[in-house]
C-alpha cells in the first residue's frame, strides 16, 4: 500500500495531464512551421510533449476565405483525432492570426478551439500589404477593408466561447497602424517595442502566452 501510494502521482496532476489541450502553431506570411522552435522549446518545458504539440505548414501565398481556412479545418480535425481532444489551443503569428480566425468565425471553430492567440496579426489590415497585393492573394487578404478583413469586423469580432489574447508591438515594421492586432473582446497586451518576427522568441511574449493557455 504504502509503495502504491508513493508510485501514483497526485490526483491534481493527473487531472491538469488529462485536461491540457493540444496547441496548433500557425506560422505567418513567407514563413514555415521552423519559427515556433523557440515558443515549442518554452512549451516543452512547461511539461507539454511532442505529441501535444502542432505546427501547420500551408502555401501562404493563397486566399484566406477559399482555401486556407478550409485546409486548416481539416488539420484541426486531424489533430483532434490523433489526440482525441474535443478543442485546440491556436498560436497563430501575423498571416496566420487571419487564416484561423475565418476558420472560428466561419468555419466551426467556435465548437473546436479554446484559446486562441495573435501575435502580431493584420486583424484588421496592414497598409504594408498593398505592396504584394497587386501579384498576392494572401496579401491583397492583408490589405485594409479587404473581402477578408470586412467579414471578419462585422459583427462580433470574438464570437463563441473562445478565449482570445492578442499581443502587439509599438515597433512592428510590418503592421501598420500598430492598433490593427488589437480585437474588441480580447485580453489586448502590448509587447513593447519588438520588430514583427522578434514576437516569436521574446520571453515575455512567451511567458504571457503560456500564461494564457493555462488560463
Given at each position: 500500500m504504502l509503495l502504491a501510494t508513493f508510485l501514483t502521482p497526485p490526483a491534481q496532476a493527473q487531472d491538469r495531464a488529462a485536461a491540457r489541450i493540444p496547441v496548433v502553431l500557425v506560422h505567418g506570411y513567407n514563413a514555415d512551421p521552423g519559427v515556433w522552435g523557440s515558443l515549442r522549446d518554452d512549451l516543452?518545458?512547461?511539461?507539454y510533449t511532442d505529441a501535444e504539440l502542432?505546427?501547420?505548414?500551408?502555401?501562404?501565398?493563397q486566399s484566406v476565405n477559399e482555401t486556407l481556412s478550409g485546409s486548416f479545418a481539416a488539420y484541426v480535425d486531424d489533430v483532434r483525432r490523433r489526440t482525441g481532444a474535443d478543442r485546440v489551443d491556436i498560436v497563430a503569428h501575423s498571416f496566420g492570426s487571419l487564416v484561423t480566425r475565418w476558420y472560428v468565425k466561419f468555419g466551426?471553430?467556435?465548437?473546436?478551439?479554446?484559446?486562441?492567440v495573435s501575435l502580431g496579426g493584420p486583424n484588421h489590415g496592414t497598409s504594408v500589404?498593398?505592396?504584394?497585393?497587386?501579384?498576392?492573394?494572401?496579401?491583397?487578404?492583408?490589405?485594409?477593408?479587404?473581402?477578408?478583413q470586412k467579414n471578419l469586423a462585422a459583427g462580433d469580432e470574438t464570437p463563441g466561447a473562445v478565449s482570445y489574447a492578442?499581443?502587439?508591438s509599438?515597433?512592428?515594421?510590418?503592421?501598420?497602424?500598430?492598433?490593427?492586432?488589437?480585437?474588441?473582446?480580447?485580453?489586448?497586451?502590448?509587447?513593447?517595442c519588438l520588430d514583427h518576427?522578434?514576437?516569436?522568441?521574446?520571453?515575455?511574449?512567451?511567458a504571457g502566452v503560456r500564461a494564457f493557455l493555462r488560463g
Open positions: 516543452k518545458a512547461d511539461g502542432f505546427s501547420w505548414g500551408y502555401d501562404t501565398h466551426g471553430g467556435t465548437g473546436t478551439v479554446a484559446h486562441w500589404a498593398w505592396a504584394c497585393a497587386l501579384w498576392d492573394q494572401a496579401c491583397r487578404d492583408m490589405t485594409p477593408d479587404s473581402y477578408v492578442t499581443w502587439s509599438s515597433c512592428d515594421e510590418m503592421i501598420n497602424p500598430d492598433s490593427s492586432v488589437q480585437l474588441i473582446g480580447a485580453t489586448n497586451n502590448a509587447a513593447g518576427n522578434a514576437l516569436l522568441g521574446d520571453d515575455a511574449v512567451s
